[in-house]
């Protein structure tokens, strides 16, 4: 940049002094640009826009707000300056892990040693794991055992400290007004560069490695791990295509019962947008995060699931949350029912929706906006498609329209990333299916072996004969997941409205104990069963065995693989 440009180019503009700011000297605003020199066009840029429109006296106090958030720890454990790069935030990660190991090994595994690293982590803003099993609420050696490990483990902080820098960076860029249409959609720049970073570093890495199935020749018989990780169900595209299968399946499911659909929007008071779709600044934001936006959404959507349940009102379908064009969350819901509940769902998510500060808007379309699907005027998958691959992958797409912004000036592969980064910086599960039956269990059916005798034989760990009407069964439950037939398999499991007791199938969790519940055989050690403790040596939680159906337990097969790195 020109010295124009540069962060005490910026700071040179502003040449007016402050009467009676406490904050407002030159050396000060210096010191925090040179001190967070990788934010310092992010924090100049701020500052000019907040003495624009608050005056310098806002503006100082809010540069240092930002000094304070943007340095974590205390005296006594040491300061983290949140602006450092990856590679020196993984540096203090494994400084951090060695502290804690060294006092580990000195004091032992002692409740006391717990309680003080537990301290020593809450300075860093971390939030240190709880001292219990996953089965009781009492303390136990091994759970104590697996939580200092965890302390001292590199990995453990560089994720923690990870999502502590990108979240405080987000944040701050919010409360500065710098994320909106016309200066960086939905995240910051410092946050999406630092994305694109580390996912570049892992590709590379992921490129590097090979998985080859047992018994293969190693040279002739293998791929990337990256190969693998693109095709697995968390990839963009494969994300997309499983979405537009289910929604498909509910869409054909309400044709066949003659349900109606229904497409909703939420939107959240003002108080939680940062900025206008002018982008000037919004008065009436209180700093709310959007995290907390979406806790407000999950409370109206719990209160009206108890309500719907008092009604005995049963809507299924799906759930997408998107960013607005500041980063504040919103809902779209595509949801199926009864011709005669319609109106009774839609009066109750109305209500809910506009409690909060009546006030601010005139009409009850500014919080819930419902639009009845008619099939002349498109189908009810086509509704909510377009919000999908806006979010996952931008294809099919010619522009990026806001609801509150309007169009932005940006492209379609460029928002998805966009979006993609906001819900991993603040914790937002973007689809969420409602009703209907297992998605996990949909997963597991379509891993299972193949055979010739049916694959509900193939893997019985009692090897037990289905009769021929519990094999029928089954098997239609697994065609219908195999060939991606979502109707045939909510059909199958019992219905789309089933409940998850009166399901065909069910989910089969292995509880870590040292005899095996399925045999009644004593096969486990503490010492050498996966299934008895993880890496840190405490209980795991419940792991995924197979599948059950009455009294027959289904083993899920996993592949081998030998993994190769050139």
């Known amino acids: 940049m020109d010295d124009t440009h540069s962060y005490l180019g910026i700071h040179e503009t502003v040449t007016k002094q402050a009467p009676f700011c406490r904050f407002g ?151 500065f007004r710098l994320v909106h249409k016309k200066a960086s959609a939905y995240v910051s720049q410092p946050t999406i560069q630092s994305r694109r970073e ?114 005995n009102l049963r809507p299924y379908g799906f759930r997408v949350v998107e960013p607005h064009h500041d980063g504040c969350p919103h809902w779209h819901m595509l949801l199926f029912m009864e011709k005669g509940d319609a109106i009774q769902v839609r009066a109750i998510l109305r209500k809910l929706c506009t409690e909060d500060t009546p006030t601010e808007f005139r009409t009850s379309k500014t919080r819930f906006k419902p639009i009845r699907i008619i099939k002349s005027k498109g189908s009810a998958a086509g509704y909510i498609a377009k919000y999908i691959t806006k979010a996952v992958t931008g294809d099919s797409i010619d522009k990026v329209i806001c609801s509150q912004g309007g169009e932005m000036k940006i492209l379609p592969a460029d928002a998805a990333e966009r979006a993609s980064t906001w819900a991993s910086t ?55 997941a195999d060939s991606s037939d979502w109707k045939a398999f909510c059909l199958a499991m019992g219905g789309v409205q089933v409940k998850r007791k009166d399901q065909t199938l069910r989910i089969h969790y292995q509880l870590p104990d040292i005899v095996d519940r399925i045999t009644g055989e004593i096969s486990r050690s503490e010492s050498k069963s996966p299934y008895f403790a993880t890496k840190y040596g405490d209980q795991p939680a419940n792991r995924i065995l197979g599948l059950v159906s009455l009294s027959v337990t289904i083993n899920k097969i996993k592949p081998k693989w030998r993994n190769y790195e050139y």
């Open 198 to 311: 580390r996912k570049r570093k892992s590709a590379e890495l992921m490129s590097n490695l090979f998985a080859v199935p047992n018994d293969a020749n190693p040279f002739d018989e293998f791929e990337t791990l990256q190969s693998i990780v693109e095709r697995s169900h968390t990839s963009g595209k494969q994300q997309a295509a499983e979405l537009m299968v289910r929604i498909r399946g509910f869409e054909e499911l309400a044709d066949m019962y003659d349900h109606r659909g229904e497409f909703y929007t939420l939107s959240a008071p003002s108080r939680y947008h940062a900025v206008h779709h002018t982008g000037i600044p919004n008065n009436k934001y209180d700093g709310s995060t959007p995290h907390q936006a979406q806790e407000y959404f999950n409370g109206i959507w719990k209160r009206a699931r108890a309500l719907f349940s008092k009604q």
């Open 426 to 480: 603040f914790d937002i599960r973007r689809f969420q299916q409602i009703g209907g039956p297992s998605v996990t269990l949909w997963r597991e059916l379509r891993r299972l072996g193949q055979g010739d005798t049916g694959k509900c034989e193939v893997a019985n760990a009692m090897n037990t004969t289905l009769d021929t009407v519990s094999k029928y069964a089954l098997e239609k439950v697994r065609h219908a």
């Open 25 to 175: 000297s030159k050396a000060f605003r210096n010191r925090i640009f040179k001190t967070y020199s990788n934010l310092s066009h992010m924090l100049s840029t701020g500052y000019l826009l907040a003495e624009k429109y608050y005056g310098l006296i806002e503006a100082d106090k809010r540069l240092k707000s930002a000094d304070n958030a943007l340095t974590i720890g205390s005296f006594e454990s040491g300061y983290i300056n949140l602006s450092c790069s990856d590679d020196e935030l993984i540096e203090i990660a494994e400084k951090k892990a060695r502290h804690c190991e060294l006092k580990i090994s000195k004091h032992g595994y002692q409740l006391t040693v717990y309680k003080w690293l537990s301290k020593y982590l809450n300075s860093f803003d971390i939030t240190p794991p709880e001292v219990i099993t996953p089965y009781c609420t009492c303390l136990s050696a091994d759970s104590l055992k697996g939580v200092l490990n965890r302390f001292a483990d590199p990995i453990f902080w560089r994720r923690k400290l990870r999502k502590t820098q990108a979240f405080t960076i987000e944040q701050l860029a919010r409360d």
